[in-house]
């Protein structure tokens, strides 16, 4: 397994990115994540947009962050956003999200930043067990999702 960044308009970024957008809509039956998100905000020293390739060069999973600082949607300065983690169905299992969150973690850390943040949903028990055994609290809500009912929010100090 090989994880390398690759820019977040990337054409297996965009590939990834539909499957998780179709996981999405077939879990909370809304067409998907409706955050605005820009690819410059995934471009080093900012952020950084990872893809794990399998030994035939196959994209099997993506998670990227982005830097936040206090803003009007409850980040803090300082915050580094995760974003699109994601694993191919047939890859689930293997500790691909593990690997890719400490990955963009120890990235986060280099770049500055303090903390990382996440949101999720009540309707994503594994990534919620995912974050929780990885050292990450509940926090404040925050982001686009803030005021809907399913969000969950987590933090972890960097």
Known sequence: MEIRPVPYDHPDAVKLDAEVQAEYDIRYGDGGDATPM???????????????Y????VPVASGGWRA?????EGNRDGDAELK?????????GRGLARR?????????????RVRMVLETGTKQP???ALYASSGYEPCE????Y???EDSRCYAKAL
Not at 68 to 72: E, H, I, W, Y
Not at 84 to 89: D, G, N, S
Not at 141 to 144: I, N, Q, V
């Open 141 to 144: 809500k925050f982001g686009y």
């Open 100 to 112: 890719i969150l400490a990955a963009l973690e120890e990235d986060a850390r280099a770049a500055g």
């Open 68 to 72: 936040q600082d206090a803003n009007d």
């Open 54 to 57: 399998d030994e035939s060069g």
């Open 146 to 148: 803030r005021f809907h």
């Open 38 to 52: 820009d690819p410059a905000d995934f471009r080093p020293p900012n952020g950084v947009y990872l893809i794990a």
């Open 126 to 128: 594994e990534a919620i």
């Open 84 to 92: 699109r983690m994601y694993v191919i169905e047939q890859m689930r």
